[in-house]
């Protein structure tokens, strides 16, 4: 090949990128830090958690109501996607999908004023690498990590492009991401950009732009209605009563508070304009991207909000990671307007304050990473020695007895569903179909025992494996009528809010 073809070829890319907005992005440092935070989705790519067992694995037995919960009728598409391909091929699209939603918000960030190029790229490796919602893991938040996807594609072709094919896809986009209910409020935020980026700016010209994007401007009301009209739910699961309405009063009182204050800083300090309005922005983010959960009461409108928060950012919060999907963006800008703000004699130390934020981020996420693989490997374990064992003389009836609950990952439970799911991949679906499982030695006195041990700190099993690579997990099978003793239930708790570093020294609270 000449070297006339290769220029042409490296133009044509780089016009490409310009006319796409990605010009600039850090592809080489995003993917390596990226596949290092998140490649861990690989090595347990068929593993199954929470309601995977029954909204996938064996839907026939205990289905997953899906009208009851008022989910989109399209949701249904992911067990016919799970049948065709398995849980290997939801692991590699939840990596794609997340990380291509880094690579459209770096250009959405393209069209802000406030933004420079570097702050571009800082903004988009955190919005990549924070360690929130570890619990994309789970297939049964599949919905969340498709609607996701399809909501920044959508923000990033309405605000990118211009031709009216575009902003059609980009509106049938975001509809379908209205999947995930919590996107309905954050859907302010690009209809936002969108007209600030008309250059009609006064409440009489938003009249003008009303009428003219009065399809886009109504797109959550019409999937509302929809919603209520064609699959309303009967669980109340994301009932929007007014007495939950009421109940975030504290909470939106503050933030408009905050957003208050750095709007009017960002009009008086004009040295630091900029800073505070990526501030100012970040703060408005993480408004938009928390209500739905405070209107639903995860989150409490009170002073414990910031326990709660932090406690399910790094905490052992169990599955509930996934409702901070949409914190990512927010706390991104919020660390980087702070970083803005650090005086100037620690300015020539940014990039370094920069890269240990970095640093810190990939840390937890392998962490976080870690915790699921030495969980899959106790599954693992448990499921062998059942084949190893064959079915029980005693019948269909088993004690599940785990005494390495420090290990579960993120402190998350051990329910029914997990252990007759483990009887399922060990004995096949009658033999799940027909048991019945206790976790308590008194409930039944003739029952095949399974009892787990194993290593008490994750560093400890992370020893074990560079050492004999094997966790260190024992599980005991015994079909002795009366095996299971009390004392061998443990009730060991775990404190919700230990830093990742106590997981790996046992600390317990």
Same mark, same amino acid.
């Given at each position: 090949?000449?070297? +006339?073809?290769?220029?042409?070829?490296? +133009?044509?890319?780089?016009?490409?990128?310009?006319?796409?907005?990605?010009?600039?992005?850090?592809?080489?440092?995003?993917?390596?830090?990226?596949?290092?935070?998140?490649?861990?989705?690989?090595?347990?790519?068929?593993?199954?958690?929470?309601?995977?067992?029954?909204?996938?694995?064996?839907?026939?037995?205990?289905?997953?109501?899906?009208?009851?919960?008022?989910?989109?009728?399209?949701?249904?598409?992911?067990?016919?996607?799970?049948?065709?391909?398995?849980?290997?091929?939801?692991?590699?699209?939840?990596?794609?999908?997340?990380?291509?939603?880094?690579?459209?918000?770096?250009?959405?960030? *393209?069209?802000?004023?406030?933004?420079?190029?570097?702050?571009?790229?800082?903004?988009?490796?955190?919005?990549?690498?924070?360690?929130?919602?570890?619990?994309?893991?789970?297939?049964?938040?599949?919905?969340?990590?498709?609607?996701?996807?399809?909501?920044?594609?959508?923000?990033?072709?309405?605000?990118?492009?211009?031709?009216?094919?575009?902003?059609?896809?980009?509106?049938?986009?975001?509809?379908?991401?209205?999947?995930?209910?919590?996107?309905?409020?954050?859907?302010?935020?690009?209809?936002?950009?969108?007209?600030?980026?008309?250059?009609?700016?006064?409440?009489?010209?938003?009249?003008?732009?009303?009428? *003219?994007?009065?399809?886009?401007?109504?797109?959550?009301?019409?999937?509302?209605?929809?919603?209520?009209?064609?699959?309303?739910?009967?669980?109340?699961?994301?009932?929007?009563?007014?007495?939950?309405?009421?109940?975030?009063?504290?909470?939106?009182?503050?933030?408009?508070?905050?957003?208050?204050?750095?709007?009017?800083?960002?009009?008086?300090?004009?040295?630091?304009?900029?800073?505070?309005?990526?501030?100012?922005?970040?703060?408005?983010?993480?408004?938009?991207?928390?209500?739905?959960?405070?209107?639903?009461?995860?989150?409490?409108?009170?002073?414990?909000?910031?326990?709660?928060?932090?406690?399910?950012?790094?905490?052992?919060?169990?599955?509930?990671?996934?409702?901070?999907?949409?914190?990512?963006?927010?706390?991104?800008?919020?660390?980087?307007?702070?970083?803005?703000?650090?005086? *100037?004699?620690?300015?020539?130390?940014?990039?370094?304050?920069?890269?240990?934020?970095?640093?810190?981020?990939?840390?937890?996420?392998?962490?976080?990473?870690?915790?699921?693989?030495?969980?899959?490997?106790?599954?693992?374990?448990?499921?062998?020695?059942?084949?190893?064992?064959?079915?029980?003389?005693?019948?269909?009836?088993?004690?599940?007895?785990?005494?390495?609950?420090?290990?579960?990952?993120?402190?998350?439970?051990?329910?029914?569903?997990?252990?007759?799911?483990?009887?399922?991949?060990?004995?096949?679906?009658?033999?799940?179909?027909?048991?019945?499982?206790? +976790?308590?030695?008194?409930?039944?006195?003739?029952?095949?025992?399974?009892?787990?041990?194993?290593?008490?700190?994750?560093?400890?099993?992370?020893?074990?494996?560079?050492?004999?690579?094997?966790?260190?997990?024992?599980?005991?099978?015994?079909?002795?009528?009366?095996?299971?003793?009390?004392?061998?239930? +443990?009730?060991? *708790?775990?404190?919700?809010?230990?830093?990742?570093?106590?997981?790996?020294?046992?600390?317990?609270?």
């Amino acid at each position: 090949m000449s070297d +006339t073809a290769v220029a042409e070829s490296g +133009t044509r890319l780089q016009n490409f990128l310009d006319h796409a907005s990605l010009r600039g992005f850090p592809w080489k440092t995003a993917t390596i830090l990226y596949t290092i935070s998140w490649g861990w989705l690989f090595i347990v790519r068929d593993s199954y958690w929470a309601d995977d067992w029954n909204s996938f694995l064996h839907p026939e037995i205990t289905p997953f109501d899906y009208e009851a919960l008022g989910l989109a009728p399209w949701t249904e598409l992911n067990q016919v996607f799970f049948d065709l391909f398995g849980p290997g091929v939801f692991r590699l699209v939840t990596f794609c999908f997340y990380f291509g939603s880094g690579v459209v918000v770096f250009g959405i960030t *393209k069209s802000t004023t406030f933004l420079s190029l570097i702050q571009r790229k800082q903004v988009v490796l955190l919005f990549l690498l924070l360690p929130f919602n570890s619990a994309r893991v789970a297939l049964m938040v599949f919905h969340y990590t498709t609607a996701y996807f399809a909501f920044f594609l959508a923000w990033y072709l309405l605000v990118c492009f211009a031709s009216p094919k575009t902003h059609f896809l980009s509106l049938a986009l975001f509809f379908l991401s209205f999947g995930m209910h919590s996107l309905l409020p954050f859907y302010l935020l690009p209809a936002l950009q969108k007209f600030l980026l008309s250059n009609m700016i006064s409440l009489r010209n938003f009249c003008a732009f009303a009428r *003219k994007n009065f399809v886009m401007l109504m797109m959550p009301v019409f999937y509302w209605v929809m919603r209520s009209v064609f699959w309303p739910e009967r669980d109340l699961y994301h009932d929007v009563s007014l007495t939950r309405l009421s109940g975030t009063t504290s909470f939106v009182l503050f933030s408009g508070l905050i957003l208050l204050l750095a709007f009017i800083l960002q009009r008086k300090m004009f040295a630091i304009k900029r800073t505070l309005q990526i501030i100012f922005v970040g703060v408005l983010c993480l408004f938009f991207g928390t209500i739905a959960y405070s209107v639903v009461g995860f989150f409490p409108d009170d002073l414990l909000f910031f326990s709660k928060f932090f406690e399910t950012f790094l905490g052992r919060s169990d599955w509930y990671s996934r409702h901070q999907t949409l914190q990512p963006l927010g706390v991104a800008l919020l660390i980087v307007g702070f970083v803005g703000l650090l005086p *100037k004699f620690l300015k020539k130390l940014t990039r370094s304050i920069q890269a240990f934020i970095l640093a810190i981020c990939v840390v937890f996420n392998i962490g976080f990473g870690f915790e699921y693989v030495v969980d899959h490997s106790k599954q693992k374990e448990v499921i062998g020695v059942l084949k190893e064992e064959g079915e029980s003389r005693l019948g269909s009836d088993y004690q599940f007895v785990d005494q390495t609950t420090l290990l579960n990952a993120r402190g998350r439970a051990y329910r029914e569903r997990d252990w007759r799911g483990l009887i399922y991949l060990a004995y096949g679906i009658e033999s799940m179909r027909s048991s019945r499982v206790e +976790t308590m030695c008194k409930s039944i006195s003739d029952a095949r025992l399974v009892l787990i041990q194993g290593p008490e700190t994750h560093w400890q099993a992370l020893k074990n494996w560079f050492s004999d690579r094997d966790m260190g997990f024992k599980v005991t099978v015994d079909d002795t009528p009366g095996a299971c003793k009390p004392e061998m239930v +443990t009730s060991e *708790k775990v404190s919700g809010a230990i830093p990742i570093l106590f997981y790996f020294t046992g600390a317990k609270g």
